[in-house]
């Protein structure tokens, strides 16, 4: 069985950072470009920022753009975002999945809290 697994999530105060990880079981998604997502109460999901295997072609939302990092390590089937300048508009779940996403890899998400 497929599981993506999102954890680091919390409360944190504007200007804060957090680390968020994914991790994969079930199979590779070593050659697979993988993308964080994130929801925000009311709103649409959106995509924060993806990266392929090569880990050369990284493309960021223009609203996390400067203040989020995506990495991944592939031998540990491992995705990861540092988000650093933490903005309370950045308050969501996030989730990670494929690029473009799989309905079937959507995972129960890591609540990202920021507020004073």
């Known amino acids: 069985q497929v599981q993506l697994v999102e954890s680091g999530g919390g409360l944190v105060q504007p200007g804060g950072s957090l680390r968020l990880s994914c991790a994969a079981s079930?199979?590779?998604?070593?050659?697979?470009?993988m993308g964080w997502y994130r929801q925000a109460p009311g709103k649409e999901r959106e995509r924060v920022a993806s990266?392929?295997?090569?880990?050369?072609?990284?493309v960021y939302a223009d609203s996390v753009k400067g203040r989020f990092t995506i990495s991944r390590d592939s031998a540990q089937n491992m995705l990861s975002l540092q988000m650093n300048t933490l903005k309370p508009e950045d308050t969501a779940i996030y989730y990670c999945?494929?690029?473009?996403?799989?309905?079937?890899?959507w995972g129960q998400g890591t609540q990202v809290t920021v507020s004073s």
């Open positions: 999945n494929t690029v473009p996403e799989r309905t079937e890899y």
């Open positions: 079930g199979r590779s998604f070593s050659t697979y470009i």
């Open positions: 990266i392929d295997w090569t880990k050369r072609d990284i």
